[in-house]
């Protein structure tokens, strides 16, 4: 019932009236079989004859142009009694695949020709429409809150895990390229230069007298002594006979070298000139060192095993969590009413008010920006019309044969029943002509 209802209209209405009409003037003439030529008895019954030949035209023009029209989307109920009439009907589900292919170059060869696009893209300022959009303050608003929420989500969304994994590999890739005895040579010479390598040197005496001074020290000594012994049977008894002669003793010769090495110590780090002299020995074999095919190749086995050992990925990760924690809202509150005032959001406000002053003192700036928009514009839009055909097709293949009829119907239903409107008068008109015509004849 409510199919029916949705799809009655005038030109119906008009059909029945007209098959109404006709079968009444049918019966007047079946009942006055006296009628002919326009004459009954004495009365004149011309009127009878036209409307007669009127209301059979304009049944005939209904029903034509209804098999017609409703042939293009289905197949009349007509055709049961007429089935050899059936192959010529339901021509747009019959045809589908041509309409819908048909659709397709239409829009993408006659409506939005890449000519037609390009027309309108330079005929369109995109930025005074963004100054204008600017002007009122809700669509700032509104565009920075798009802008950080855009911002926002791509940041959470990233895989920090990952992105650390990538990071370390290029951190090391770099690294390994770095020529690392050409950076030392800089280094040692910038330290030479700004006489840090004193610093260095004096670094290095302290922890010899903090070195000879230690407990680790003498007990090496002592033991060393005491090795001495051991080396063999000679060895051995002549140590014997020096300590039951009394001759030496251990513990003294461990006391005297360790104050031997501690009074040398420092002597190097108090007296000035056997400081220059360690200095200018440590310099002396520093720069016989450094330009070795040895020293390259300890330098470079120390750099590539520093590589291999160093973990960055667990740091980077933290400072990747980190930023992000800090430029954006926490995601518990993301979504509420009133926007976090976060480093990104403060970015993206000074951003949008840059970009609006410069666009409106700098006219250059706004000139090139403005080529790059159009540029960037007229890139998408010849993608988008080399995609637009097979979006259309694809979209219409997708829908059932019911949908995609319904859809056509409704878009060409109004000129459709006009059609039948027309064909229903068209008749009438031609049958009152042909009345006429045979009343002169």
Same mark, same amino acid.
């Given at each position: 019932?409510?199919?029916?209802?949705?799809?009655?209209?005038?030109?119906?209405?008009?059909?029945?009236?007209?098959?109404?009409?006709?079968?009444?003037?049918?019966?007047?003439?079946?009942?006055?079989?006296?009628?002919?030529?326009?004459?009954?008895?004495?009365?004149?019954?011309?009127?009878?004859?036209?409307?007669?030949?009127?209301?059979?035209?304009?049944?005939?023009?209904?029903?034509?142009?209804?098999?017609?029209?409703?042939?293009?989307?289905?197949?009349?109920?007509?055709?049961?009694?007429?089935?050899?009439?059936?192959?010529?009907?339901?021509? @747009?589900?019959?045809?589908?695949?041509?309409?819908?292919?048909?659709?397709?170059?239409?829009?993408? *060869?006659?409506?939005?020709?890449?000519?037609?696009?390009?027309?309108?893209?330079?005929?369109?300022?995109? @930025?005074?429409?963004?100054?204008?959009?600017?002007?009122?303050?809700?669509?700032?608003?509104?565009?920075?809150?798009? !802008?950080?929420?855009?911002?926002?989500?791509?940041?959470?969304?990233?895989?920090? *895990?990952?992105?650390?994994?990538?990071?370390?590999?290029?951190?090391?890739?770099?690294?390994?390229?770095?020529?690392?005895?050409?950076?030392?040579?800089?280094?040692?010479?910038?330290?030479?230069?700004?006489?840090? &390598?004193?610093?260095?040197?004096?670094?290095? %005496?302290?922890? %010899?007298?903090?070195?000879?001074?230690?407990?680790?020290?003498?007990?090496?000594?002592?033991?060393?002594?005491?090795?001495?012994?051991?080396?063999?049977?000679?060895?051995?008894?002549?140590?014997?006979?020096?300590?039951? !002669?009394?001759?030496?003793?251990?513990?003294?010769? /461990?006391?005297?070298?360790?104050?031997?090495?501690?009074?040398?110590?420092?002597?190097?780090?108090?007296?000035?000139?056997?400081?220059?002299?360690?200095?200018?020995?440590?310099?002396?074999?520093?720069?016989?060192?450094?330009? /070795?095919?040895?020293?390259?190749?300890?330098?470079?086995?120390?750099?590539?095993?520093? %590589?291999?050992?160093?973990?960055?990925?667990?740091?980077?990760?933290?400072?990747?969590?980190?930023?992000?924690?800090?430029?954006?809202?926490?995601?518990?509150?993301?979504?509420?009413?009133?926007?976090?005032?976060?480093?990104? @959001?403060?970015?993206?406000?000074?951003?949008?008010?840059?970009?609006?002053?410069?666009?409106?003192? &700098?006219?250059?700036?706004?000139?090139?920006?403005?080529?790059?928009?159009?540029?960037?514009?007229?890139?998408?839009? !010849? *993608?988008?019309?080399?995609?637009?055909?097979?979006?259309?097709?694809?979209?219409?293949?997708?829908?059932?044969?019911?949908?995609? /009829?319904?859809?056509?119907?409704?878009?060409?239903?109004?000129?459709?029943?006009?059609?039948?409107?027309?064909?229903?008068?068209?008749?009438?008109?031609?049958?009152?002509?042909?009345?006429? !015509?045979?009343?002169?004849?």
């Amino acid at each position: 019932m409510n199919s029916l209802k949705k799809h009655w209209t005038y030109a119906d209405s008009a059909f029945l009236a007209s098959s109404a009409i006709y079968l009444l003037f049918l019966y007047l003439r079946l009942h006055y079989d006296g009628l002919y030529m326009g004459h009954f008895g004495e009365l004149k019954w011309d009127w009878l004859i036209l409307g007669y030949y009127m209301a059979e035209a304009a049944l005939i023009g209904s029903f034509a142009d209804w098999f017609a029209v409703t042939a293009v989307f289905k197949v009349p109920w007509i055709c049961r009694l007429l089935p050899f009439m059936a192959k010529h009907t339901a021509i @747009l589900p019959r045809s589908r695949e041509g309409f819908v292919r048909g659709c397709g170059q239409m829009v993408q *060869q006659e409506f939005l020709t890449k000519k037609a696009l390009l027309l309108q893209k330079k005929q369109l300022v995109i @930025l005074d429409k963004f100054i204008v959009y600017l002007e009122k303050p809700e669509n700032k608003a509104r565009l920075q809150g798009l !802008l950080t929420n855009f911002a926002e989500g791509v940041l959470h969304k990233l895989d920090t *895990q990952a992105l650390s994994r990538q990071l370390e590999g290029k951190i090391k890739t770099a690294l390994a390229d770095v020529e690392a005895n050409e950076q030392l040579d800089k280094l040692f010479k910038a330290l030479a230069a700004q006489r840090r &390598d004193e610093q260095c040197y004096e670094w290095l %005496l302290q922890q %010899l007298v903090a070195l000879a001074e230690s407990p680790a020290i003498r007990e090496r000594v002592r033991r060393e002594l005491q090795k001495r012994g051991s080396e063999g049977l000679w060895s051995s008894l002549k140590l014997w006979a020096a300590k039951k !002669l009394d001759v030496v003793n251990v513990d003294d010769a /461990t006391d005297a070298i360790c104050r031997a090495l501690v009074a040398t110590a420092h002597r190097l780090q108090d007296d000035e000139q056997w400081r220059c002299w360690l200095y200018a020995q440590l310099q002396r074999v520093a720069g016989s060192v450094y330009g /070795t095919e040895a020293w390259r190749e300890l330098v470079q086995s120390l750099q590539n095993r520093a %590589l291999h050992d160093i973990s960055l990925q667990s740091a980077l990760k933290q400072l990747l969590d980190n930023m992000i924690k800090a430029l954006c809202r926490p995601l518990a509150q993301k979504g509420g009413a009133a926007a976090q005032p976060t480093i990104l @959001l403060q970015a993206v406000q000074e951003a949008l008010a840059t970009i609006e002053t410069d666009l409106r003192s &700098d006219a250059q700036f706004k000139a090139k920006a403005e080529v790059y928009l159009q540029h960037i514009l007229g890139l998408g839009l !010849l *993608q988008a019309q080399t995609m637009l055909g097979d979006i259309v097709e694809r979209i219409l293949q997708a829908m059932a044969d019911e949908r995609l /009829t319904e859809m056509v119907r409704s878009k060409v239903d109004t000129d459709m029943q006009r059609i039948r409107l027309n064909g229903t008068v068209m008749g009438a008109f031609l049958g009152a002509i042909f009345y006429l !015509l045979k009343c002169a004849w």
